[in-house]
């Protein structure tokens, strides 16, 4: 598996094309990695960013920077394993952000999502959350709503639900956190009778603090 910097053609297309959100987070451009199968094959991107409230290190007791947010996870299902991708990212999170101390990352109950990846590779569980809003049946699927801004849709007459909110996981870089991250630990949830799929779960969100060299080539990317 190789992992090499993501041009915004490579994010625009698999988080549009990958991702069940459909929808490029605003930040995602900040600081992302494409993955390629040992075949050489593109198997799309994962994102990182700082959140989507400047408040994201707040609970940590930390600056901003020092807390990102893993946002996107989209690729197309010919990785070999997707938890070793997000693995091998964020092994070079402390060369291209070297400010990041702690990782967050959310799994989307309202898509059935527990956080299996997180599991996977060993992130720390802190709990559920309950979001406000609602959310539209489209397309045979619940949407958030900032997703269908960009479908061209009237949402007045779709079926619609309260948002179902996500499951948190944290993820120390700086291993003096690992002690305090555990006593934040809580039992993994159990998985959802809907199958997590590769593409990856997380929300739309985020965007790294402007201090980290956040510089990127569009080589050998796709259009």
């Given at each position: 598996?190789?992992?090499?910097?993501?041009?915004?053609?490579?994010?625009?297309?698999?988080?549009?094309?990958?991702?069940?959100?459909?929808l490029v987070a605003p930040r995602c451009y900040d600081l992302a990695f494409s993955i390629f199968n040992n075949d050489g094959e593109w198997c799309g991107v994962?994102?990182?960013?700082?959140?989507?409230?400047?408040?994201?290190?707040?609970?940590?007791?930390?600056?901003?920077?020092?807390?990102?947010?893993?946002?996107?996870?989209?690729?197309?299902?010919?990785?070999?394993?997707?938890?070793?991708?997000?693995?091998?990212?964020?092994?070079?999170?402390?060369?291209?952000?070297?400010?990041?101390?702690?990782?967050?990352?959310?799994?989307?109950?309202?898509?059935?999502?527990?956080?299996?990846?997180?599991?996977?590779?060993?992130?720390?569980?802190?709990?559920?959350s309950n979001s406000s809003g609602q959310e539209y049946y489209v397309n045979g699927k619940w949407t958030h709503p900032s997703s269908i801004k960009?479908?061209?849709?009237?949402?007045?007459?779709?079926?619609?639900?309260?948002?179902?909110?996500?499951?948190?996981?944290?993820?120390?870089?700086?291993?003096?956190?690992?002690?305090?991250?555990?006593?934040?630990?809580?039992?993994?949830?159990?998985?959802?009778?809907?199958?997590?799929?590769?593409?990856?779960?997380?929300?739309?969100?985020?965007?790294?603090?402007?201090?980290?060299?956040?510089?990127?080539?569009?080589?050998?990317?796709?259009?």
């Amino acid at each position: 598996m190789k992992i090499e910097r993501a041009s915004k053609q490579a994010i625009q297309y698999a988080c549009k094309n990958f991702h069940y959100a459909k929808l490029v987070a605003p930040r995602c451009y900040d600081l992302a990695f494409s993955i390629f199968n040992n075949d050489g094959e593109w198997c799309g991107v994962i994102c990182y960013g700082r959140g989507g409230t400047p408040a994201i290190a707040k609970p940590y007791g930390m600056k901003q920077g020092q807390v990102i947010e893993l946002i996107r996870v989209a690729l197309n299902g010919k990785q070999e394993q997707t938890s070793k991708a997000v693995a091998l990212t964020l092994k070079l999170l402390p060369k291209y952000a070297p400010m990041a101390r702690l990782v967050v990352s959310y799994a989307d109950k309202g898509q059935g999502h527990v956080g299996t990846i997180y599991q996977a590779s060993n992130w720390i569980y802190t709990g559920g959350s309950n979001s406000s809003g609602q959310e539209y049946y489209v397309n045979g699927k619940w949407t958030h709503p900032s997703s269908i801004k960009y479908m061209n849709i009237d949402r007045a007459n779709l079926p619609k639900r309260a948002m179902s909110g996500k499951h948190k996981y944290i993820y120390p870089l700086d291993k003096s956190l690992v002690e305090y991250c555990q006593q934040l630990s809580k039992p993994y949830p159990k998985k959802a009778a809907a199958e997590e799929t590769d593409s990856g779960v997380q929300p739309e969100t985020g965007g790294l603090s402007p201090t980290l060299p956040l510089q990127f080539s569009d080589e050998r990317q796709p259009d």
